[in-house]
Nanobody, 122 residues
Framework: QVQLVESGGGLVQTGGSLRLSCAAS????????MGWYRQAPGKQRDLVAT???????NYADSVKGRFTISRDNAVNTFYLQMGSLKPEDTAVYYC????????????????WGEGTLVTVSS
């Protein structure tokens, strides 16, 4: 079983910065992507940023130039550095570990963190 533990959410003023962390524990043989998603009240969960096993990154247009996703493979942890925060960035942020295999012949499974609330005050 793989578990994801998030940290770093909180309350910040407009224009401020926060860094979210997602630490994965458990047996991990391989994976495809690490990513961050967010869900604002009354809205669907949307992609924020992803990073592939090969290091390619992808960002939602709304966060390009303000957010940076990165990872530390040695400790199976990835991060979301958020800057120039806006009230519309307020949401619960979820980390995702995509297509994880715990063995070479196991099926690929997506794992999600429990979510961390980011609130940006105006």
């Amino acid at each position: 079983q793989v578990q994801l533990v998030e940290s770093g959410g909180g309350l910040v003023q407009t224009g401020g910065s926060l860094r979210l962390s997602c630490a994965a524990s458990g047996r991990i043989f391989s994976f495809n992507t690490m990513g961050w998603y967010r869900q604002a009240p009354g809205k669907q969960r949307d992609l924020v940023a992803t990073i592939t096993r090969g290091g390619s990154t992808n960002y939602a247009d709304s966060v390009k130039g303000r957010f940076t996703i990165s990872r530390d493979n040695a400790v199976n942890t990835f991060y979301l550095q958020m800057g120039s925060l806006k009230p519309e960035d307020t949401a619960v942020y979820y980390c995702n570990f995509g297509a994880v295999r715990i063995a070479w012949n196991s099926r690929a499974v997506d794992y999600w963190g429990e979510g961390t609330l980011v609130t940006v005050s105006s």
